[in-house]
């Protein structure tokens, strides 16, 4: 994920009555017809919107979750299997270690790309006895343990099964073409043109579809990529074919060069990634038909789901079925048996004229007729593909897993078709921190979670390519802490390996790496990796976080209209992406289906109210085909229809001409009128380019939920009930902090600021802030990756969330209100306000209201560096087999810290390092005195125990750690425990694979400092 959000834009069926929502029908013209001071300096329009049926116990809700959240909320694990070829006793230990380690669930997942020896699909395969055991194993456990357990949909990915051949109607199909080229004039006779692209292997079977000529555009030639075609030309000669022969004659009249092509449907043959997964052989189903899904289901249903399964995933440890991205492969057209028909009944045309312009050849376009005609074409089809993939792949599946008791959590992308969409129709969509681009691309799934009702928005978390053994953990939240504030709630985090499998090397099988002989994906996180020992902490983080996403509503500023709900392509925001995030602006993407099938109405200004409650929508042309002004009439006249109900619209380019989506132009001149009558609304404005969109809003008069006075790397996300408002903060950059204002929009009455710490759960209320028009100013400060959250409620909220000992009573704590401070800090506890200064001296402290009070701290201690260490480090080797770990010890005395790299004998070593500094304290470090211990550098993750007190977690991303009152006059005594990564010892252990990796810098390098801080009551 890149430090900071910029776009990668080169341009700068409804699940069934049981839901509640319309059906979408299949016809296009339906369709169509304690922390840091945690804050702009601006005033802030009010939140709008009620939230949702039983808000009046939501903020108690969100604060008993926060010390210890319930493990429906927590990270998972994706946990790959070498198929069925598992000890139950194993699965059972695993799924402790998960457990024990702090995470929530795990997906069963049949991966073995890096297993080196082979497997016995026939007798441990997906879906045998062995498999179905290690299952029910697993399942069993996990009702114990309190975490879920969701199952792939099939081996490995996209979905297959072992139950079809590619000549089954039930698999994956497509279409290959064959061409021939005549003169005119020149007679053909014989055996039809072969297909350009040669049949998969297990492919036996084609059929003709069709077979026809065109004559070439002027000036064009075979060789030509792609061929200009002439399609008033178009002969169809497929009622004259004899068997797979054919005799014709190119017409001799206007001369030229004639294509001779034919159409094949055959099966595409396609296995399930990096098999045998089973005996026979998988193939993928066809994801557009009715006939594929049933050859999924109905596989489960006979051979999968025995009776002991079906209850067990019925009872507490179900959780959902789990389907990747859509990865069909084919190196010609895909297809489904069906498509003709289904593609007239939605388009209202006739697809065969338009054969030449859709069908492919190793993924390139073959001939065209002109570039818009092939552009509306190919939107259809793959509008019908959608359309398909909604009506027989989702929707039915959601059902039966329904039936089953589970969700369906499926990736909905990886086609051109409108994932923006189905991720409104599906449980819960999925993204992936490897494959997407940018933040943009969960803002996409988002948007159609939120519109849809949903709650949840999924990310294949944490996966680096070339990163196996040496991925932190610090990299790891980082990234995720990113996602959480594009809309991502829940982390999958890819992923925790089997133990062993055949031919596995220490420190055991990993499912990714080797990978094609090099380093593979990471991660195989779990007890082989050191830093396993501190990961409770981190999956706390996670958990606290995912509660946090998960209650309340999600709010967004800005929905994107954007023509293509595509997902994963990196596209932008205009203005928004690179710029309006830097300036406070939260976003999403809606497309024209999504609007359809949710339906969502405007009240008071605010689209979708009672959802993500919008108050801004923005459109452009289609920046995936040249910013063409395209727009469906139906989402025409939907958009002027929120606009005379006051939603601020912004319109950006020229749409004097706007133009239909798709082939048929019928309704164009109804668009053009209500294009027209949209933009002399008094809430629409319009402009030019891309470059007036902060004039253009600026104009309208709006402005987003959270400001500051300039740009900044701060990210953040916002839920809300009907009296709290809810901001997850993160910093999106690397290397620069975060430290200023931030004002906070909030419509809750006496609203009070709260900073939420994530690593404990700790609330505390921000004294320090000012109530401005329609919202709360607080000062926000956070080291590079940080994250943390700021809650604005009602002053009691404090009492729910800190403890009825922990804060004032409300009406003490409505008193306690600071417009400034020249102190560090003012903190608010049980006893009152108390004035925090590192340095002696006399504070100045300014009450709201103007009122003006000194305090004085007498003295301070002077800070104090720690360089004398003594250095005890568990060096982790190989053992006797390949999941053993030997363990060493190397005690070292150091006057000054270095990297593990550059002290005698530890270049090579990874394990745990544990540092202990014992050092003498006089006066002024005592009575009313606290520090804070400035840890400098520290790899990977670290916990702090003062004088045999171990501190709460540690914010990974912020190395200073208050350690309060702890230290003592005399002798004190720190311990700082660090963990790495495996790389450096995998890299002598397996030059061959990981030799070409740099050495990680491991353990506390500091420098280290105390610096003390004085406290006064104010």
Not at 347 to 371: C, I, M, N, Q, W
Not at 482 to 508: C, I, K
Not at 701 to 708: E, F, H, I, K, M
Not at 986 to 1008: E, H, I, K, N, W
Request: proline share 7%.
């Amino acid at each position: 994920m890149p430090p900071s959000d910029t776009p990668a834009d080169s341009s700068s069926a409804a699940p069934g009555a049981e839901d509640g929502r319309r059906r979408f029908p299949f016809s296009r013209r339906s369709f169509i017809a304690a922390g840091a001071a945690v804050g702009a300096t601006a005033a802030l329009q009010p939140a709008v919107g009620a939230p949702p049926a039983a808000a009046a116990s939501a903020e108690g809700r969100l604060a008993a979750g926060l010390p210890d959240p319930a493990g429906g909320v927590r990270a998972k694990f994706r946990w790959w299997w070498p198929h069925g070829m598992v000890d139950l006793a194993e699965i059972r230990r695993e799924i402790d270690q998960i457990a024990d380690a702090g995470f929530g669930g795990v997906e069963i997942a049949d991966v073995h790309h890096s297993v080196s020896e082979p497997l016995d699909p026939e007798n441990t395969g997906w879906g045998t006895k062995p498999w179905r055991d290690a299952v029910e194993a697993a399942l069993s456990r996990a009702e114990r343990r309190g975490i879920k357990v969701d199952l792939t949909i099939g081996p490995a990915w996209p979905a297959a099964v072992p139950s079809i051949t590619p000549q089954d109607p039930a698999a994956m199909h497509e279409l290959a073409h064959g061409v021939r080229f005549l003169q005119a004039g020149e007679e053909f006779s014989g055996p039809l043109p072969e297909p350009a692209v040669e049949a998969a292997e297990g492919v036996t079977e084609r059929t003709l579809f069709a077979i026809q000529a065109l004559r070439l555009a002027d000036g064009a030639a075979p060789e030509d990529s792609p061929i200009t075609l002439k399609p008033d030309t178009l002969a169809d000669l497929t009622s004259s074919v004899d068997g797979e022969e054919l005799s014709w004659t190119a017409p001799a009249e206007g001369g030229g060069t004639w294509a001779l092509i034919a159409y094949w449907q055959r099966g595409t043959g396609q296995r399930p990634e990096r098999g045998p997964h089973t005996e026979p052989v998988s193939y993928v189903v066809d994801h557009f038909s009715a006939a594929g899904t049933r050859a999924v289901t109905d596989f489960w249903d006979e051979h999968i789901l025995t009776d002991r399964v079906r209850k067990l995933l019925k009872g507490p440890a179900g959780g959902a079925i789990f389907e990747d991205s859509i990865e069909m492969e084919t190196d010609a057209t895909l297809w489904t048996r069906d498509l003709p028909a289904a593609f007239e009944a939605h388009t209202g045309y006739d697809p065969l004229p338009y054969l030449p312009v859709l069908v492919r050849a190793h993924e390139d376009k073959v001939f065209s007729f002109d570039s818009t005609t092939d552009r509306r074409a190919l939107d259809d089809f793959n509008d019908v593909l959608t359309q398909l993939y909604v009506d027989h792949h989702i929707t039915p599946i959601k059902k039966w897993a329904h039936r089953l008791g589970l969700r369906y959590r499926i990736q909905p992308y990886g086609l051109q078709t409108d994932a923006v969409a189905k991720a409104a129709l599906v449980d819960i969509p999925e993204g992936e921190s490897l494959g997407f681009k940018n933040l943009d691309d969960f803002r996409s799934l988002a948007g159609g979670r939120d519109l849809g009702g949903n709650t949840v928005l999924s990310s294949e978390a944490g996966a680096v390519y070339g990163g196996s053994y040496s991925t932190t953990w610090r990299q790891t939240v980082r990234t995720i802490s990113r996602e959480y504030a594009a809309g991502v709630n829940q982390a999958v985090l890819h992923g925790f390996s089997y133990a062993d499998a055949p031919g596995a090397q220490w420190p055991g099988f990993a499912a990714f790496t080797p990978y094609s002989g090099g380093v593979g994906y990471s991660e195989s996180w779990g007890p082989r990796h050191p830093t396993w020992q501190h990961v409770a902490d981190v999956s706390g983080f996670f958990a606290r976080c995912q509660h946090a996403l998960q209650w309340g509503t999600s709010t967004v500023d800005v929905a994107f209209l954007r023509q293509k709900g595509y997902a994963g392509s990196g596209f932008g925001a205009a203005y928004f992406s690179s710029t309006g995030v830097r300036e406070g602006w939260s976003h999403q993407f809606v497309s024209p289906r999504l609007l359809e099938i949710t339906d969502p109405q405007v009240k008071d200004g605010v689209l979708a109210p009672d959802g993500p409650a919008y108050r801004l929508l923005v459109f452009e042309g289609d920046a995936f085909n040249g910013r063409v002004a395209t727009l469906p009439v139906e989402t025409a006249r939907r958009l002027l229809r929120y606009a005379k109900n006051g939603l601020k619209i912004l319109v950006v380019g020229d749409w004097s001409a706007p133009q239909q989506p798709g082939v048929d132009q019928g309704e164009a001149g109804e668009l053009a009128e209500t294009v027209r009558a949209l933009l002399d609304q008094p809430t629409v404005h319009r402009v030019g380019t891309r470059e007036e969109i902060a004039a253009g809003i600026a104009a309208l008069g709006a402005a987003p939920s959270v400001r500051y006075a300039k740009a900044s790397p701060l990210l953040h996300a916002r839920r809300r009930s009907r009296n709290l408002d809810l901001y997850y903060l993160t910093n999106g950059s690397n290397d620069a902090a975060v430290d200023h204002d931030v004002t906070f929009a909030t419509d809750t009455a006496q609203a009070y600021p709260f900073s939420v710490n994530l690593w404990t759960g700790e609330v505390a209320p921000l004294p320090v802030h000012r109530v401005v028009d329609g919202g709360v100013r607080v000062r926000v400060r956070l080291a590079p990756g940080a994250s943390t959250a700021v809650a604005v409620a009602r002053p009691q909220w404090a009492r729910d969330a800190a403890g009825r000992n922990a804060t004032p009573p409300p009406g003490e704590l409505k008193k306690l209100r600071f417009e400034g401070t020249d102190a560090d800090a003012v903190r608010v506890d049980e006893r009152g306000a108390r004035v925090r200064a590192g340095a002696a001296g006399t504070y100045r402290t300014v009450y709201a209201g103007g009122r003006t009070v000194s305090t004085e701290i007498r003295s301070v201690g002077e800070p104090r560096e720690l360089t004398r260490w003594r250095l005890e480090v568990e060096d982790w080797r190989p053992g006797s087999s390949a999941t053993e770990t030997e363990v060493r010890t190397h005690t070292l005395d150091l006057d000054g810290l270095a990297p593990w790299t550059e002290l005698d004998g530890l270049a090579d070593v990874s394990g745990i390092g544990r540092y202990t500094a014992e050092f003498d304290l006089g006066k002024g470090w005592t009575g009313g005195y606290g520090a804070y211990l400035d840890l400098g550098a520290v790899t990977d993750v670290f916990r702090v125990t003062v004088n045999g007190k171990d501190l709460p977690p540690c914010d990974q991303l912020n190395t200073v750690v208050d350690l309060g009152d702890r230290l003592r006059r005399g002798k004190n005594t720190i311990e700082v425990e660090v963990s790495t990564t495996l790389i450096n010892r995998m890299r002598v252990f397996r030059p061959d694979v990981y030799g070409s990796v740099r050495r990680q810098q491991y353990g506390l390098m500091g420098p280290v400092w105390l610096r003390p801080y004085g406290e006064a009551e104010l």
